[in-house]
């Protein structure tokens, strides 16, 4: 009688062991046909993704002995290995690096090889390296790295854990995520290796500047074309989690409107954006984008938006004015300002944040005594200003 679990041993799928990555892509690219790909066992081992070139450079070594075994099965020699990324310094994306050391001595006989890290991570990885006579580099990102031929950008996407990178290929917007963006699922901070969801979103943001298409991670299948949505899904799950709900139970509006009384203007306008993807005319998502934009000293898109709202919204809307003399307040046009804040009066006489603009407009423009006519400006700045007057007319000690 067959037991249970040969049953299910049955039923298992086949690990498809080392794979050419354009095959996996289904793509005929060539830059893809430079890497192999392993998919990572479950939570227990990485993937592994292998560069070859003149040398060979492994993307996380992953936690699985049998992994370089089938490697060398495909005619490729361990000394060849002369890099090892490593995109963060948990178990099962660095052990591998120990496992191929120890199994290969044949690696430092032939003169060892180099780790690649960042400067915060765990030091027994950077120290354990060094005793099976391989070099350690610490990188902190910016940094440009040749890998096998092939040129790529550092970011520090801390987050996850604090020693988070990501590896960027311009050309192809092709992007090793570690474990900073997965696809169908969020890498949890790891606080005992320095992360959090704060640092999360800084690593996500840092992520997003780069324009991205393919995603190689370090869990889970690779994602080409199409790969930025995974990162963007990324960085909203973790907006969410920072104000304590699930994406499918708030709206988008709700969602920018939380994160901008956390302070989190960046994370507002995302959400704004998202809001008036589906509904360009939303007075509330343009209104709490121009405030965030000029808040973020992005002066110029908040006019636009602000222009915008002027033709959707009444003439005698006070807040377009207020948002419109505060941006230009910004741009250095003291005198158009003076003359936005001076129609938000007209539509509500004794409006203080009018006043109070008016004045520092007034003063920045040179027209000190009339600013101080302004009792709410005088009370409100002028302590502050009197404080920095102060400090320029100190002589300098140096």
């Known amino acids: 009688m067959t037991s249970t679990s040969e049953v299910e041993q049955e039923r298992e799928p086949q690990h498809p062991g080392w794979q050419p990555l354009a095959s996996v892509l289904n793509t005929t690219t060539p830059f893809f046909e430079k890497f192999l790909f392993l998919r990572g066992y479950g939570n227990f081992a990485s993937n592994i993704y292998l560069i070859m070139g003149d040398y060979l450079t492994i993307v996380d070594a992953g936690n699985d002995y049998t992994a370089f075994m089938d490697l060398f099965r495909l005619k490729l020699k361990p000394e060849d290995i002369k890099k090892i990324v490593i995109t963060h310094g948990h178990p099962d994306h660095a052990m591998g690096a120990f496992e191929l050391l120890r199994s290969y001595p044949i690696i430092r006989e032939s ?6 890290l960042h400067e915060a991570a765990p030091s027994q990885l950077k ?11 610490e990188v902190r990102g910016g940094e ?13 996407t801390p987050g996850h854990t604090i020693d988070g990178i990501c590896l960027y290929h311009p050309l192809t917007k092709t992007v090793f995520t570690g474990d900073m963006a997965l696809p ?3 890498g949890a901070p ?6 959090s969801l704060e640092h999360y979103l800084f690593g996500l943001k840092a992520l997003l500047k780069w324009e991205i298409e393919n995603v190689l991670p370090g869990h889970g299948l690779p994602v080409a074309p199409g790969g930025r949505k995974i990162v963007e899904e990324t960085y909203e799950c973790v907006m969410m989690k920072i104000i304590g709900v699930e994406p499918q139970t708030t709206t988008w509006m709700a969602g920018a409107t939380a994160l901008a009384q956390r302070g989190l203007l960046e994370e507002a306008v995302f959400c704004c954006d998202k809001e008036m993807a589906r509904n360009p005319e939303h007075v509330r998502a343009l209104k709490l ?18 222009d915008k709202l002027g033709q959707l919204s009444s003439s005698d809307d006070s807040f377009i004015f207020i948002g419109k003399g505060y941006a230009l307040l910004g741009l250095g046009k003291y005198h158009e300002s003076i003359n936005c804040f ?6 509500k006489p004794g409006m203080k944040d009018a006043l109070v603009y008016k004045g520092m407009a007034l003063y920045l423009a040179g027209n000190h005594e009339a600013a101080m006519d302004i009792e709410q400006f005088r009370t ?7 404080e920095e007057l102060l400090k320029k007319k100190q002589p300098s000690h140096e």
């Open 111 to 116: 003169g060892g090889l180099e780790l690649i």
């Open 127 to 137: 120290e354990g390296v060094k005793e099976f006579g391989s070099r350690v580099t």
């Open 144 to 156: 440009t790295l040749e890998l096998s031929g092939i040129e790529w950008e550092v970011i520090h």
């Open 184 to 186: 169908y699922a969020v």
């Open 190 to 195: 790891d606080k005992y290796a320095g992360g």
């Open 289 to 306: 984008k121009a405030l965030c934009l000029n808040d973020l000293g992005q002066s110029h898109q908040a006019l636009e938006i602000l």
């Open 342 to 347: 001076d129609e938000a009066l007209r539509i």
């Open 380 to 386: 409100e700045f002028v302590g502050r200003f009197k």
